[in-house]
């Protein structure tokens, strides 16, 4: 999934979030195994009630995820 709507990447800086595009969720799991996606790497924990709702109001798809420790996670670019 590809973060495209400039109104939601102009938005991220101020929620305390970091636009990471095309990352290699491979490189994260503890598995070594993933596709790529945009990541959203959360710096302040208070912005992601208001991160969720931009995400929402904006119509893009999202799962949350931690240190991506026994995360399975599919090939190829991913949805969301």
Known sequence: MRIENPKVIA????LGVELRS???LSNLTSLGIG???DLLRI???????DLLNLLDAHG???R???G???????????PG
Not at 11 to 14: D, Q, S, Y
Not at 43 to 49: A, C, D, L, T, V
Not at 68 to 77: A, C, I, K, P, Q
């Open 11 to 14: 938005a991220l800086p101020e």
């Open 60 to 62: 893009v798809p999202h």
């Open 35 to 37: 596709g790529t996606t």
């Open 68 to 78: 991506g420790s026994n995360l399975l996670v599919g090939d190829g670019e991913l």
């Open 22 to 24: 095309s990352s290699v």
């Open 43 to 49: 710096k302040k924990h208070e912005g992601i009630p």
């Open 64 to 66: 949350l995820s931690a």
